[in-house]
């Protein structure tokens, strides 16, 4: 594949992005994770070799299925990546899913606290998001707020994963602004969990179009796939 010569400009505007939201709304800039999930692998090896463009720690890597992501692990060997899943899992996959990545961002029911705790290594702890259905949507996969407390005490309890905090997918308004009540529940959800939790540091939340939103109402962490990679190619 032709190396992208646009990669880096769109690197550092996605940058610039995250730490111009976070000046005007007073916080710290959040981290990025690069949502590479349809991308292959040798676009994944060349945001990872651009590692150095921000002057910071190089962005992790989100992907939506198992099997996708161990062809690009296996690809890009012991390069120093950060593998994060963020697409729903099923319990059937948890096996590789806890050998495989560092985070698992998708954990809403606690069928899969065990079973991801099953196939990790307590020395080696996993970390781990409760995906929360903020707008209860239908046809979005996260448990309902009200869920959270009991799910954070199920994986406390293991000692092969390690609580960091929450994520969530607002429902996709045009305006990005109408996202924002979204984000400011899941902020109070994230307080409140953090109280509890001393583990808990990580709120994962916005994306290419709603960045802006997010860290104004509190993300650690955005995750960006096509203002980073641009538009992906049609279905074949």
Known sequence: MTPDPHLELRLRSVADR??????????????LLAVSKTR???????LAALRGALG?????????????????????????VEWHLIGHLQSNKARQAAARFDWVQTIDRPKLVGALAQWREPARPLDVLVQVNVDDEASKHGCNPDSIPALAEAIAREPALRLRGLMAIPTPHDDPERRRPAFARMKVLFDALAADHPTVDTLSMGMSDDLEQAIAEGATLVRVGTALFGPRPPKE
């Open 18 to 31: 995250i730490v111009n939201a976070a000046r005007r709304a007073g916080r710290p800039p959040p981290r």
């Open 56 to 80: 910071e720690a190089h962005p992790g890597f989100g992907e939506n299925y198992v099997q996708e992501a161990e062809a690009k692990m296996e690809a890009l060997g012991d390069a120093g």
């Open 40 to 46: 292959d692998a040798a676009e994944v090896a060349a």
